[in-house]
Nanobody
Framework: QLVESGGDLVQPGGSLRLSCVVSGHDLDYSAVSWFRQVPGKEREGIACISTFDGPRYGVDSVKGRFAVSREKNTVYLQMNNLKSEDTGIYYC??????????????????WGNGTRVTVSS
């Protein structure tokens, strides 16, 4: 099971830390990715981390502002200097890690319910 939290309404330039609490899986042998969904747009992979790969960032606009990390049974997405285009629902997803394959490219079988991030003044 994956449970996201930490989404909120924040002003541009602000920060948020999203959490994805993982249960029922060995996080030491897994791949976890954060995705963002915006209405009318395709879901995009933001960042991922896995046993064999990562951290990796799938969107150029978040590089240098977002950081994905893993501690015990939780995967975090630290988001700094937030911009209006970061608005969306953020999902974490989990699957087994794939040696030799980028965690940005692999499929994910298990998903959380998402947490909403709104960046607005």
């Amino acid at each position: 099971q994956l449970v996201e939290s930490g989404g909120d309404l924040v002003q541009p330039g602000g920060s948020l830390r999203l959490s994805c609490v993982v249960s029922g899986h060995d996080l030491d042998y897994s791949a976890v990715s954060w995705f963002r969904q915006v209405p009318g747009k395709e879901r995009e992979g933001i960042a991922c981390i896995s046993t064999f790969d990562g951290p990796r960032y799938g969107v150029d606009s978040v590089k240098g502002r977002f950081a994905v990390s893993r501690e015990k049974n939780t995967v975090y997405l630290q988001m700094n200097n937030l911009k209006s285009e970061d608005t969306g629902i953020y999902y974490c997803a989990l699957d087994l890690p794939r040696l030799g394959e980028s965690c940005l490219k692999q499929p994910y079988a298990e998903w959380g319910n998402g947490t909403r991030v709104t960046v607005s003044s």
